[in-house]
Every structure is written in structure tokens, then in C-alpha cells.
């Protein structure tokens, strides 16, 4: 039996932490939640098959910006998606220079879902047709203008 591929979800909003995690689950992933930066952290560092985090930007305490800081000092290859309502060209350019793979926008779970195996797949060296469509997906093209 092959194991699942496994992804962080990193968010402060309890009631979506667990809509992600069943609706991922459904898709054939393992989900891993933490309630905020801080526990993301945590469950980052316990879970080292990681293939993917998804991380909130606007959190109490410790911001999106400071876990993707954080856990690239941890790993400076696992891809990162931002799944927010808050997300402005400042924080997007700041992402980027830490790798960010993309910003999707709440609630767009599907386009998500799209984000998400795209992300795992380049990071396993596979090639990838097409993009995400969300409009927050201006970061890809704010990131080609670089």
C-alpha cells in the first residue's frame, strides 16, 4: 500500500482546518492541521514527509509571513501555498522571496485542491500543464514580471 502524499494545513480558523482536511482526505491526501503559526511549526517539525504546507497569511500571533520564514529555515524545498483573504501585492513580493509557490484565495477550495497537486507535482519534477485561474493567482504573474 502506497502512503498518501501528506499536507499541513496552518490556519486559525478551527471550522476550515477541518472542511480542509475532509475534503482533502476525500482527494486521497493525508491532512495534517495546526491551529495557528506557532502549532504549525510544531507539526512541521514532527512530520518530516511533508509534502506540502498550506498556510492562512492573517493569523493572531505568528503571521503567514513569519511561518514560510520559519519553516524555510527548516527546509528551503518544501512548496508553500497561501490559502487567504489578505493577499496584496506587498505580502505576495515579500512571499516570494521565500519561495512561495502561490496564493489561492478563501474560499476556493477546488481551486485549492488545483494549486496544491500542481505544487507537488513540480516539486517532484513533474511537468504541468495549465495554471490556477483565481484572481489572486496575479501572484504568478507579478512573480514572471520579476
Known amino acids: 500500500m ?4 501528506k499536507i499541513l494545513f ?3 480558523e478551527s471550522e476550515l482546518l477541518e472542511l ?3 475534503y482533502f482526505a476525500d482527494h486521497g491526501f493525508e491532512a495534517v492541521l495546526a491551529n495557528g503559526g506557532g502549532e504549525g511549526l510544531k507539526q512541521f517539525r514532527a512530520n518530516s514527509d511533508v509534502a506540502l504546507v498550506v498556510c492562512d497569511v492573517s ?3 505568528l503571521k503567514g509571513l513569519e511561518v514560510i520564514k520559519k519553516i524555510r529555515m527548516l527546509s528551503e524545498k518544501v512548496p ?7 493577499g496584496s501585492r506587498d505580502t505576495m513580493l515579500e512571499a516570494s522571496k521565500y519561495g512561495a509557490y502561490d ?7 477546488a481551486g485549492l485542491l488545483q494549486v496544491v497537486e500542481q505544487a507537488i507535482a513540480v516539486s517532484r519534477g513533474e ?3 495549465g495554471t490556477h485561474e483565481d484572481p489572486l493567482s ?9
Do not use: C, S, W
Open 2 to 5: 502506497t502512503a498518501k502524499t
Open 10 to 12: 496552518i490556519d486559525d
Open 20 to 22: 480542509l482536511g475532509e
Open 59 to 61: 493569523m493572531p500571533k
Open 80 to 86: 508553500f501555498v497561501f490559502f487567504t483573504g489578505f
Open 103 to 109: 496564493f489561492v484565495r478563501k474560499p476556493d477550495i
Open 127 to 129: 511537468k504541468v500543464n
Open 138 to 146: 496575479e501572484y504568478q504573474r507579478l512573480l514572471a514580471q520579476r
